[in-house]
């Protein structure tokens, strides 16, 4: 059974990081590309960063380039989001998800096979 557990989230002030991790199990982590992807209250779910499995191919949002880093430990099956510089409409539920069929990341998060149950990120003004 794959399971993908999301931690790190929090209350930060503008301008401040926060570092997500999604912890996986149950299939061959090294062989997936891994994404993260978000959900604003009123707002349909946005892809945020995603990098393959040998950490060469990454693809990030426009609206976090320069700002957030996505990064993977195939060791410790495990995927990272740094999010540095947060703004206020960064808020929102972050999710991981899981693509074991695709050879490059993608946006579509009809690829991602996998989710986890989400981490609150609230950035305050």
């Known amino acids: 059974q794959v399971q993908l557990v999301e931690s790190g989230g929090g209350l930060v002030q503008a301008g401040g990081s926060l570092r997500l991790s999604c912890a996986t199990s149950g299939r061959t982590f090294r062989t997936s590309i891994m994404g993260w992807f978000r959900q604003a209250p009123g707002k349909e779910r946005e892809f945020v960063a995603g990098?393959?499995?040998?950490?060469?191919?990454?693809l990030y949002a426009d609206s976090v380039k320069g700002r957030f880093t996505i990064s993977r430990d195939n060791a410790k099956s495990t995927v990272y989001l740094q999010m540095n510089s947060l703004k206020p409409e960064d808020t929102a539920v972050y999710f991981c998800?899981?693509?074991?069929?695709?050879?490059?990341?993608?946006?579509?998060?009809?690829?991602?096979?996998?989710w986890g149950q989400g981490t609150q990120v609230t950035v305050s003004s």
């Open positions: 990098i393959r499995w040998s950490g060469g191919n990454t």
């Open positions: 998800a899981a693509d074991w069929g695709s050879a490059l990341v993608s946006a579509d998060q009809s690829y991602y096979d996998y």
